[in-house]
């Protein structure tokens, strides 16, 4: 597995982890360490939990939004401060490979890390952007174990 010390989660500066499962744990460490440090980490993502499962069939990853509340910014404009919470399901995580869980991790990730402002339900597009920023941290691997393992034969 890839680096698992405190510098995978310099990715996440604000994050609580609520993932007691070692396996998930460490492929979540090993989901941060892959993607690369030149990136501007994800300040607004507060909290990342594993639950059993949703309340979506199918559903294995979320990533929600929510504005926490407003500060002054530099131009003394009142600018919302937003939180991200990803939640992993592990009820249907658990019949995926590790390749395919990160696949989901860096799928989420993205999500955050592109500021998405508006519910799951949303268009198509917002997930081919994720899945397109995640393949630039060098998911290729992982999202394709992920696609051949839900995708209808």
Not at 78 to 83: I, K, N
Not at 114 to 143: I, T
Request: hydrophobic share 40%; net charge neutral.
């Amino acid at each position: 597995m890839h680096g698992e010390g405190p510098d995978a989660l310099s990715f996440l500066p604000r994050a609580v982890l609520f993932v007691p499962d070692p396996r998930y744990r460490a492929l979540l460490l090993g989901t941060l360490s892959m993607i690369p440090k030149n990136g501007r980490p994800i300040g607004s993502i507060t909290s990342i939990r594993l639950r059993k499962r949703g309340s979506l069939p199918g559903l294995v990853g979320l990533t929600t939004y929510s504005i926490s509340e407003y500060k002054r910014g530099r131009s003394e404009v009142l600018s919302p401060a937003c939180r991200h919470m990803i939640t992993f399901y592990s009820g249907l995580l658990n019949r995926l490979t590790d390749d395919a869980v990160m696949g989901v991790m860096a799928h989420e990730l993205a999500h955050a890390w592109l500021n998405e402002h508006v519910g799951p339900e949303a268009s198509r597009q917002r997930e081919e952007d994720a899945d397109y920023l995640a393949e630039m941290w060098g998911f290729d691997r992982q999202l394709s174990a992920l696609s051949s393992e839900t995708e209808p034969a």
